[in-house]
């Protein structure tokens, strides 16, 4: 037989856990619209990068170890900017940034996000085409640009 208290309390305490996540969420989603405006680049596309490399989660670490945060920055990439990895700010600036330096090089936002994800050099060898191991990466970022736009951001 069920404790009514018990799943009462449980209840709410998941109420609690997940709002205070879905807040958390919202903060750096509008951490990275803020950024996104002031340097220049389309909101939505950084919103799409974002959610498909942590799901907006600071606390996101690759397998490897070596990729950090909410847009999955690499420490050698990172540190070129001047930038730490492990600090929400940094890591926007970050990854917004390297999408914008890849945008501007390739032209397109697909091959940026293409870059994006397998590195500029991956593009070049592929005659300036994404590659298959970067296709699927770039078509979930492109349908969730596209509801971003679809929803006004």
């Given at each position: ?56 989660n ?20 990172a ?10 700010e ?40 994404i ?23």
């Amino acid at each position: 037989m069920f404790n009514l208290k018990s799943l009462l309390t449980g209840a709410l305490f998941f109420s609690l856990v997940c709002n205070v996540y879905a807040a958390g969420t919202d903060d750096v989603k509008k951490n990275i619209i803020e950024q996104a405006k002031q340097m220049g680049v389309e909101p939505a596309i950084v919103l799409s990068i974002a959610k498909m490399e942590s799901g907006f989660n600071q606390s996101a670490k690759s397998a490897c170890g070596n990729h950090i945060g909410v847009f999955q920055l690499s420490h050698a990439t990172a540190k070129r900017m001047g930038l730490d990895p492990y600090k929400l700010e940094d890591n926007i600036k970050g990854g917004i940034t390297y999408y914008k330096q890849m945008y501007e090089k390739f032209g397109s936002m697909e091959l940026a996000v293409a870059a994006y994800n397998s590195g500029p050099d991956a593009i070049m060898r592929n005659n300036n085409t994404i590659p298959k191991h970067s296709q699927n990466f770039v078509n979930r970022i492109m349908s969730d640009y596209k509801y971003y736009k679809g929803i006004g951001i």
